[in-house]
């Protein structure tokens, strides 16, 4: 069946870095774009960075700009997402989801595919 299954995600140190990873079955991985979210307690999901099928094409949240890369190998069907640079409120859990449309962007709504996601804690 058509999944996407993320890891890399643990706890770390203010500054410290992380990459996330995103496996994806079932479908024809190099047609999706692919999107990272993070939600945090108690807040909406929130779109963090989109990478575009063929992988030309990235965005990132202002947010994280400069310090997250988003990248991917659709050889392998996987995506990943560097972290470095981590701040407290980078605490979330982090999803990758996919989508067929070419304006993807960060807008969750035009998401249909999810992965279970993958807990990020930064604290000392």
């Known amino acids: 069946q058509l999944q996407l299954v993320e890891s890399g995600g643990g706890l770390v140190q203010p500054g410290g870095s992380l990459r996330l990873s995103c496996a994806a079955s079932?479908?024809?991985?190099?047609?999706?774009?692919i999107g990272w979210f993070r939600q945090a307690p108690g807040k909406e999901r929130e779109g963090v960075s989109y990478?575009?099928?063929?992988?030309?094409?990235?965005n990132y949240a202002e947010s994280v700009k400069g310090r997250f890369t988003i990248s991917r190998d659709n050889t392998k069907n996987m995506v990943y997402l560097q972290m470095n640079s981590l701040k407290p409120e980078d605490t979330a859990v982090y999803y990758c989801?996919?989508?067929?449309?070419?304006?993807?962007?960060?807008?969750?709504?035009?998401?249909?595919?999810w992965g279970q996601g993958t807990q990020v804690t930064v604290s000392s």
């Open positions: 989801a996919g989508t067929l449309s070419s304006s993807g962007g960060l807008i969750r709504g035009r998401y249909g595919l």
């Open positions: 079932g479908f024809s991985f190099s047609s999706y774009a």
């Open positions: 990478i575009s099928a063929s992988g030309g094409s990235t």
